[in-house]
């Protein structure tokens, strides 16, 4: 079980906005650390999406939008496309285990 | 344009040593202030952070891999590898070789293809 919790699966039809989740906990999101999230296709590496909340890095459309508060992180997907479906995953750093963590993933379907 | 590739044995026997290489082109590790790292994924499932070195050796080791693991850099090869001893099936994955875009609590900007080693007898 991930210290960083995902909704393991979620869906949307074209078009429509989607919201992924990533609670944590007092010694990593809610102790100020940085939340990043990744997409990653299948049979590919991870691709950086979102990095320190709110941030895309160049060529990631501004349909992909990071938001932080207390001990939770949220990435949203506004205007659904066939091609954002994908695993996406939250990163962040704990400093009581000193230690990058990594949410379990949500699987995203498009319908 | 920075890249990364992953290199190595894909298969390890159980109890072994299992050793990746990464080849960093494109630029130089001892000139940048990045960390340098290595992440797995086991087939059908999610990211597991294995441990990250600065371009001086400084390191973070997943703790509850820390004592199988070894994470050391080359700067006169521009390479940084991993060494996990006493594999077992559990090690089974596709490991990564990344580069985050600063210090250990930030994001992973960098990825290489990725290199699948099975611990199979």
């Known amino acids: 079980q991930s210290v960083l919790t995902q909704p393991p699966s979620m869906s949307g039809a074209p078009g429509q906005r989607v919201t992924i989740s990533c609670t944590g906990s007092?010694?990593?999101?809610?102790?100020?650390?940085?939340v990043h999230w990744y997409q990653q296709l299948p049979g590919t590496a991870p691709k950086l999406l979102i990095y320190?909340?709110?941030n895309r890095p160049s060529g990631v459309p501004d349909r992909f939008s990071g938001s932080k508060s207390g001990t939770s992180a949220s990435l949203a997907i506004t205007g659904l496309q066939a091609e954002d479906e994908a695993d996406y995953y939250c990163q962040s750093f704990d400093s009581s285990l000193s230690r990058v963590l990594f949410g379990g993933g949500t699987k995203l379907t498009v319908l | 344009q920075l890249q990364l590739q992953e290199s190595g044995p894909g298969l390890v026997k159980p109890s072994e040593t299992l050793s990746l290489t990464c080849t960093v082109s494109?630029?130089?590790?001892?000139?940048?202030?990045?960390?340098w790292g290595w992440i797995r994924q086991p087939p059908g499932k999610g990211l597991d952070w294995i441990g990250s070195i600065y371009y001086s050796g400084s390191t973070y080791y997943n703790p509850s891999l820390k004592s199988r693991v070894t994470i050391s850099v080359d700067t006169s090869k521009n390479q940084f590898s991993l060494k996990l001893s006493s594999v077992t099936a559990a090690d089974t994955a596709v490991y990564y070789c990344?580069?985050?875009?600063?210090?250990?609590?930030?994001?992973?900007?960098?990825w290489g293809q990725g290199t699948l080693v099975t611990v199979s007898s």
């Open positions: 494109g630029g130089s590790i001892s000139r940048s202030s990045f960390y």
């Open positions: 990344t580069k985050q875009l600063g210090g250990i609590a930030v994001g992973v900007d960098n």
């Open positions: 007092s010694s990593n999101i809610g102790a100020h650390y940085d």
């Open positions: 320190d909340n709110t």
